[in-house]
């Protein structure tokens, strides 16, 4: 499904260089939930970026469900972002003046889908994640475990076939942490959705399927 | 997909009231003033009623006669010679400067020399100025009359509402008849209807009341007088001189022969002859300066010397300055909204792309929201203009200028604000569009 090799992120300045990831080779199987962990500033999030093609490598191939991503600026780049990809972001990033129903069709408005059947879709996936009472809230309305669960339905609307996760229980007392984890684990049982998640929380990260570690930009274990 | 930008369009103006509010106040205020003022240089300047010929128009209101001063200088030198002063003394005769007496028009020089010019294709004499004192009911009103030719109606085509103008047979008679405005009609007898065959009482004669003309409200006296007779039905106490007299003249000249006229007069001032008993001074030479309306007009505002092409080409220059400033200040306001206002917006750009929007849609979204901002603005702008014109034209602040709406500058104006708005929303719009998803998501303003 995701397939890294030599993966390189180098960030450069006039006077200094800092490599944030180190050859990284990593393969990510359809269906699979892939936990990452490691300190801060490790290479975790720039990671995750780069397998959402959220972010140019310095060096490296990826392959993302069959397919060799080299230009990431293009429209054929952005479309496939919106067909096979769904991203959930620790600080939930939801556009704060759209309601709740609006936030969760923006990736439909990139497809050639009717009002009708967009309307229908976010409101199945609001209904999946318990927020089918909230679709005319505004993000400011919301709670942070329901605004996550907004990101959630945000980011499965589109039936993606892997969703990407930045801490998405960062932001989250425990209690509504594990409501997000169970979602995201119902979803990959149920749908057989792939699902990369970093994490810093090791009790998040072991109900995941497999857990790798990085320090220092390169993976450990 | 066009209607969800509309649609996402109008919440951010709903959403955003304050940003909203300054930009739309902006705008509408800037169009709405904007209108106003071309509505009343249209009014004062466009080519309308009694001034539809107004392109054609060459005026001549004085006649100059120059003559050069000389004088006489002594030098005196001294010399010692013997113990002695000695005085040298030299007289020098030379230019000290020119004179120049000016006034309007006489009957012989326009009759001998001004008519009949071959690029021109009417001309009207008229004296302007003239103000009487009549009373109504014990009560003094001063009226602004106009003594004029019969040329004077097919030149200056106020719209008769009621009765005629009058013609050549009763300027050349003196008949004491009287075309009056509207405004005259209601000071002098109470209505601004059925007043033809009225009677006047001016300045010792009784004038017949024959037409009915419109206020036009324009500055210029000799365009909305109070009143237009023949200029012979009331005595001159003016002493007729050969080069002077009280006449204005106006010209129509020829299709495209504006210049041409203009040569013309200047030329025929060096007919006129010098050696007159009327040339006390010993003047050498005639002078007619032919200007068009526009400069005419802008020298009543800004007299440069008698230069009357530099003072019409300052007065546009001046417009065109104001013009600009008071759009370009807007303009620069609204694009650092825009800007700022994107900006803002960069963590949406990042999450819009990371879903899949690709820089064409982040680019058109902003244009369109730019687009609806403006078009709203320009709409409150109509209605502020449309307003002030009924206020100003009611209230009558502007003397008896009035005032109507301009559908053409107003269709100008927005297509000028939309490119403005179109430009100032594409710049950063552009720029931002090619922000990395990952620096736009860093801003994590949402």
Redesign the interface.
């Given at each position: 499904m995701i397939k890294l090799n030599n993966i390189t992120k180098v960030y450069r300045t006039k006077t200094i260089e800092t490599t944030a990831l180190n050859e990284i080779d990593l393969h990510v199987p359809k269906g699979e939930f892939l936990s990452i962990m490691g300190p801060s500033g490790c290479g975790k999030s720039t990671l995750l970026?780069i397998m959402?093609l959220?972010?140019?490598p310095s060096g490296g191939t990826i392959q993302v469900d069959g397919q060799t991503i080299s230009k990431y600026?293009?429209?054929a780049t952005?479309?496939f972002?919106?067909?096979k990809l769904g991203?959930i972001?620790q600080?939930?990033?939801?556009?704060?003046?759209?309601n709740v129903i609006?936030n969760v069709e923006?990736?439909l408005?990139?497809?050639k889908i009717s009002?009708k059947d967009r309307r229908e879709m976010a409101s199945k996936a609001l209904e999946s994640v318990g927020l089918a009472n909230r679709k005319q809230h505004f993000?400011n309305q919301l709670s942070g475990g329901q605004k996550q669960r907004v990101a959630i339905a945000?980011a499965i609307v589109?039936n993606p076939t892997i969703i990407l996760a930045d801490e998405p229980t960062g932001n989250l007392d425990s209690v509504m942490g594990d409501e997000v984890i169970e979602i995201l684990t119902k979803l990959n049982k149920e749908n057989n959705t792939t699902i990369v998640m970093v994490t810093h929380d090791e009790r998040m990260a072991m109900k995941t399927d497999r857990l790798i570690r990085l320090y220092d930009g390169s993976q450990i274990a | 997909m066009l209607k969800n930008y509309l649609n996402l369009a109008w919440r951010i103006l709903g959403r955003r009231k304050f940003f909203t509010f300054i930009s739309l106040f902006g705008i509408s205020f800037t169009l709405g003033i904007l209108m106003v003022v071309l509505s009343f240089l249209q009014s004062e300047l466009g080519t309308n009623s009694p001034l539809s010929n107004k392109d054609s128009f060459v005026y001549i209101q004085q006649t100059s006669l120059q003559r050069t001063y000389y004088d006489t200088i002594p030098t005196i030198d001294t010399i010692f010679e013997k113990d002695q002063i000695l005085y040298d003394t030299t007289y020098t005769y030379k230019e000290s400067g020119t004179g120049v007496s000016q006034s309007s028009l006489s009957n012989s020089i326009i009759e001998t020399y001004l008519k009949d010019l071959p690029s021109a294709s009417n001309m009207t004499k008229f004296m302007p100025g003239n103000l009487q004192d009549v009373y109504v009911n014990g009560i003094k009103l001063s009226l602004n009359i106009l003594l004029s030719d019969a040329n004077y109606w097919s030149i200056f085509d106020h719209k008769i509402i009621e009765g005629r103008s009058f013609g050549e047979e009763e300027v050349e008679s003196g008949t004491p008849v009287i075309v009056i405005s509207t405004e005259t009609a209601m000071n002098y007898f109470g209505r601004k209807e059925n007043v033809v065959n009225e009677e006047m009482f001016i300045n010792g004669i009784t004038y017949k009341v024959i037409g009915l003309y419109p206020n036009n409200g324009k500055i210029i006296s000799y365009v909305s007088p109070d009143a237009v007779s023949p200029y012979t039905s009331m005595v001159s106490s003016r002493k007729k001189e050969f080069y002077f007299g009280p006449f204005n003249v106006m010209y129509l000249a020829k299709p495209n022969s504006i210049k041409q006229l203009k040569s013309d007069i200047k030329a025929v001032a060096g007919t006129v002859p010098l050696d007159h008993p009327d040339n006390k001074y010993d003047y050498k030479e005639v002078i007619f300066q032919p200007e068009t309306y526009n400069e005419m007009y802008a020298e009543g505002i800004y007299y440069d010397g008698g230069d009357a092409e530099k003072s019409l080409s300052i007065m546009k220059l001046v417009l065109i300055c104001l013009f600009l400033f008071f759009t370009i200040l807007p303009t620069l306001n609204l694009i650092n909204l825009n800007v700022s206002r994107i900006m803002d917006r960069s963590s949406e750009i990042g999450v819009r792309k990371a879903f899949g929007a690709h820089q064409g849609n982040i680019i058109t979204q902003f244009i369109v929201e730019n687009i609806v901002q403006t078009l709203l603005g320009s709409l409150i702008g109509f209605l502020i203009a449309w307003i002030l014109i009924q206020i100003i034209n009611n209230g009558g602040y502007l003397g008896n200028s009035v005032l109507s709406f301009n559908l053409k500058f107003f269709v100008y104006s927005i297509l000028a604000t939309l490119l403005f708005g179109v430009l100032s929303g594409f710049v950063p719009a552009y720029k931002m569009s090619k922000l990395q998803i990952v620096d736009a998501l860093k801003e994590n303003k949402l």
């Open positions: 970026n959402g959220l972010d140019e600026t293009s429209k952005a479309q972002r919106n067909k991203f972001f600080s939930f990033h939801l556009i704060p003046d759209l609006d923006l990736p408005l990139y497809r009002k993000p945000r589109g | -």
